[in-house]
C-alpha cells in the first residue's frame, strides 16, 4: 500500500465511511497516517475508594451494595445510580442515558470501575464510568491509549483500527531522512516513529516518537523558507520609488503622534521601497501596536510613485473593514486613494465592473481576500502587496503575480508575538521589524482567571456591558458535545450547547448567536456581519473568531477551558476585545486544579505584552502540555509546537541548513530519499509551504 492510495483501499472503508472522513480532511493514506492523536488515555492501577481524588480518572474495584435505580431527570436523560463499596468505604456510580446498565449489574458482585471522579454535594461520586473485565483491565494498566479528533458517526475505536491497518500495510523501508542525521539527533526510523506516536507502549516511546515527527515537520518547512529566502535574494526592483514628502505632511496631520516604533519601521519600509531589490518585509506587533497605519503609509508612498498597492485580508469581514477604514481616511484626509473592494460575495456585475477597474488602472488600490489571486484578475501596474494576519506570501501567491507579469514589494503584518530567536527560523526568507510599543492612548485591558464556580457571575457582568450597549465574545474549544469525551475525559465546553444555555442565562433581549469553522463560508460571514453591525450580542465562537473581524463595540472576552489553549492562541483571541474607547475585559474560566496550569494561566493575568506572553509560554510549557494545548497564528503544525518544541526547532534549522548546503553543492546526490520526499509530498503542497 502507498501513501497517496485513497482511504478506501483500507478494508472495512466504503464510502459511506469514507464520507465522515472527509469531513476531518482525511482522504488518503497519508492523511490518516498524519491524522495524530489529539491526547492519551492512561489506565493507572486500580485505587480504593477511599483514595479517590476529585477531577481525576481512578479505577476502582467495588461491591455492588443495592439494585440501581433509574430516574427521569428531564426530556431525553436519565440518570442511573447505584451504591458500591470495597474496605475502604463507599461511593455512588452515575450513569446518563444509559437505563439499560441495570442489567448488567448485580447486587452483591464485584466489578471494576473506571472514570471521572466529581464532587457532589460534599460526596464522592464517579460519573459515566466503563465497567471493565479484570482481563481487559490487566491488559491496558499503564500503557497509552490514544484519543482521536473524531466527528459524528465515527468512533475512536474505528478510527484506532483503521490506522492500526495502514501501519501494517504501508512499505516504509526507505525513510528520507538519512540515517546519518537520524543517528546525530537522535531520531527514530518512519516505521518505529509511526507505531510510536499511535500505539506507544509508554509515554516514554510516544514522546521518542513525537520527537521524529515534529523535527520532520519543522525541517521540510525550514528547507521550503530557505527556498524562498533565494528566491526574494534574487528579485531585483526595476522601478525604485521616490521618498515623497506628502507621506510625511500626512504623519503630521493624524491626531495622534506616531510611536518609536512605528517611526522606526516606517524609516525601514521608506528604504525598502527605494531599494534595487524588492522589499519582503514582516512587521510583527501586538494587537493594537498601530501596523494599519504603516500599511497606509506604505500604499500612500506607492500610489503617490503612480503605482497600485494592494491589500489581502484573511476573510470577507475584514476585507470590508479595511476598505471603509480607507475610504474614511480618504474622505477626513483628501488622501489620493481610488480604493475598489474585491471579495468573492459580489455579484457577478460588481465582480465585473470591478476587475475592469483593476486591469485600467481607474482604481490605485485594491482591497479583498484571496479573490485578487484568481486568474481572470489583472493589474494596471500592481507594486505592493499587503497581506493581513493570516496570509504568508508564499510560493503559491509568487507563482500567481509572476504569471501575471508582477513582481511586487510585499508586506506580511502579524499579530501572533514570537520570539526573535525563533523568528529568524520561521520567517528566515522575511527581513523582520517589530513593533513592541503601543499607543499612549490604548486602554490596558483588565484580566481575570477564575473556576467554573464564577460562571453566574460573568453571565451577570456579560449582561450589564451588553445594557451598557456592548457586546461580549465567548469561546468553547469545540464545536458540538462528543460522546467520546464523556467520562474519562474532563468535560469540554462546545459552542451548540452552550449558545442554548447562554440563552437562558441571560435576559430576553440579549441577542446571542454562535459562530464555528464547520458552517459554510457564506454562514460564516452573515454572523460575523451581523455581529459587526451589532445585530447580535454576544456571540459564542470557536477560535475561528481570532482573526477576521475588528469590533471596536466588543468589551468582553469569556473563555472556557482556557487550559485547553496555549497562551500565545489566548492573547490572540484577547486581542479581539480592547479595541474601541471603552474599558476591556477578559476572562479566562478553568476547569483545571494543577498548580502548574493555574501558574501559566497567570501569566495572562499579569501582562498584556505579546512578547513577554510569547517568551514565557516558552518558559513555562512542560511535557504535560505536549498534547491537548491549541496554539495559533501562521504556523499550525499538525504535532510541532514553536514554543514547546523550541530545542527542536533549533535542531531542525541546523540539519536543513547542512542539506541545503549539500543541494546547493552537489545537487541531490547522496540524500536523494529525501530530496525525492520534498519535491513529491511538500514543494507541491502549496499549503504548507505558506502556513
Avoid at 58 to 86: C, E, F, G, S, Y
Avoid at 95 to 100: G, L, S, T, V
Wanted: aromatic residues 8%.
Amino acid at each position: 500500500m502507498q501513501l497517496n492510495d485513497p482511504i478506501t483501499a483500507l478494508k472495512g472503508i466504503g464510502e459511506k465511511t469514507a464520507s465522515l472522513y472527509h469531513k476531518l480532511n482525511i482522504y488518503s493514506v497519508d492523511d490518516l497516517i498524519k491524522h495524530y492523536p489529539r491526547d492519551y488515555e492512561e489506565w493507572r492501577d486500580i485505587v480504593k475508594i477511599g483514595e479517590l481524588v476529585a477531577n481525576q480518572v481512578h479505577a476502582v474495584r467495588a461491591l455492588v451494595i443495592n439494585a440501581p435505580q433509574t430516574v427521569h431527570a428531564r426530556k431525553n436523560m436519565t440518570i442511573t445510580t447505584v451504591r458500591v463499596r470495597d474496605d475502604s468505604g463507599a461511593c455512588d456510580i452515575t450513569f446518563f442515558n444509559m437505563p439499560y446498565i441495570r442489567n448488567s449489574l448485580q447486587p452483591g458482585k464485584q466489578y471494576i470501575f473506571r472514570g471521572r471522579v466529581v464532587l457532589k454535594n460534599n460526596h464522592i461520586t464517579i460519573d459515566q464510568p466503563k465497567i471493565i473485565s479484570p482481563h481487559e483491565f490487566a491488559q491496558n494498566v499503564n500503557r497509552l491509549s490514544p484519543i482521536y479528533p473524531v466527528t459524528r458517526g465515527l468512533t475512536i475505536a474505528a478510527v484506532t483500527k483503521s490506522i492500526r491497518l495502514a501501519i501494517d500495510a504501508l512499505d516504509l523501508q526507505e525513510d528520507y531522512i538519512p540515517e546519518s542525521m537520524r543517528r546525530k539527533y537522535g531520531l527514530l526510523d518512519l516505521k518505529t516513529a509511526l507505531s510510536g506516536i499511535h500505539f506507544p507502549e509508554n509515554r516514554g516511546e510516544m514522546l521518542a516518537a513525537r520527537r521524529r515527527i515534529v523535527f520532520e515537520e519543522f525541517l521540510f518547512f525550514i528547507v521550503s523558507v530557505m527556498f524562498l529566502k533565494d528566491m526574494a535574494t534574487q528579485e531585483i526592483n526595476d522601478a525604485p520609488m521616490m521618498r515623497i514628502d506628502a507621506c510625511q505632511e500626512f504623519i503630521d496631520r493624524l491626531p495622534y503622534e506616531l510611536t518609536s516604533a512605528q517611526k522606526k519601521v516606517w524609516a525601514q519600509i521608506e528604504d525598502d521601497l527605494c531599494s534595487t531589490h524588492l522589499m519582503n518585509r514582516l512587521i510583527q506587533g501586538d494587537v493594537g501596536s498601530g501596523k494599519t497605519i504603516i500599511a497606509i503609509l506604505a500604499m500612500f508612498m506607492c500610489i503617490m510613485n503612480h503605482h497600485q498597492a494592494a491589500f489581502m485580508a484573511p476573510t470577507e469581514v475584514l476585507a470590508r473593514q479595511h476598505y471603509e477604514s480607507i475610504s474614511k481616511l480618504v474622505e477626513d484626509y483628501q488622501l489620493p486613494f481610488k480604493p475598489v473592494l474585491l471579495t468573492g460575495s459580489l455579484t457577478a456585475r460588481e465582480k465585473r465592473r470591478t476587475k475592469e477597474s483593476i486591469v485600467l488602472g481607474t482604481c490605485n488600490v485594491i482591497v479583498g481576500t484571496q479573490a485578487l489571486l484568481q486568474e481572470d484578475v489583472a493589474f494596471y501596474d500592481l507594486r505592493l502587496v499587503i497581506t493581513d494576519e493570516q496570509h504568508r506570501f508564499g510560493v503559491r501567491q509568487r507563482e500567481t503575480f509572476a504569471q501575471k507579469g508582477i513582481q511586487p514589494h510585499v508586506l506580511v503584518m502579524s499579530a501572533t508575538p514570537i520570539p526573535r530567536t525563533l523568528a529568524l527560523i520561521l520567517y528566515g526568507d522575511l527581513d523582520i521589524s517589530v513593533m513592541d510599543e503601543l499607543p499612549a492612548n490604548r486602554l490596558p485591558i483588565k484580566n481575570c482567571v477564575v473556576g467554573t464556580d464564577y460562571r453566574k457571575k460573568a453571565y451577570a457582568f456579560i449582561a450589564r456591558e451588553v445594557a451598557a450597549g456592548r457586546q461580549a465574545y465567548v469561546i468553547c474549544p469545540m464545536v458540538e458535545a462528543n460522546e467520546e469525551l464523556m467520562g474519562d475525559q474532563p468535560i469540554l465546553e462546545n459552542v451548540v450547547e452552550y449558545t442554548e444555555r447562554l440563552k437562558k442565562e441571560l435576559p430576553d433581549t440579549v441577542r446571542v448567536a454562535y459562530l464555528h469553522g464547520q458552517m459554510n463560508p457564506k454562514a460564516k460571514n452573515y454572523i460575523m456581519e451581523e455581529y459587526a453591525v451589532h445585530h447580535i450580542d454576544v456571540l459564542v465562537s470557536t477560535t475561528v473568531i481570532e482573526v477576521g473581524i475588528n469590533v471596536p463595540n466588543a468589551t468582553v472576552m469569556l473563555v472556557e477551558n482556557a487550559e485547553r489553549f496555549g497562551l500565545a492562541q489566548l492573547h490572540q483571541l484577547r486581542g479581539r476585545v480592547g479595541r474601541g474607547q471603552n474599558q476591556s475585559y477578559c476572562i479566562f474560566i478553568t476547569t483545571s486544579s494543577q498548580s502548574d496550569t493555574l501558574e501559566r494561566l497567570q501569566v495572562l493575568n499579569k501582562s498584556n505584552d505579546g512578547f513577554f506572553i510569547a517568551s514565557e509560554d516558552m518558559r513555562l510549557r512542560g511535557p504535560g502540555d505536549l498534547f491537548g494545548i491549541r496554539q495559533s497564528g501562521q504556523f499550525q503544525f499538525q504535532l510541532g509546537d514553536i514554543y514547546q518544541d523550541a530545542a527542536i526547532l533549533q535542531e531542525a534549522q541546523d540539519c536543513a541548513a547542512g542539506l541545503y548546503e549539500a543541494y546547493i553543492r552537489d545537487g541531490k546526490s547522496g540524500n536523494e530519499a529525501f530530496w525525492r520526499h520534498y519535491e513529491q509530498n511538500v514543494a507541491s503542497n502549496a499549503d504548507f509551504i505558506n502556513i
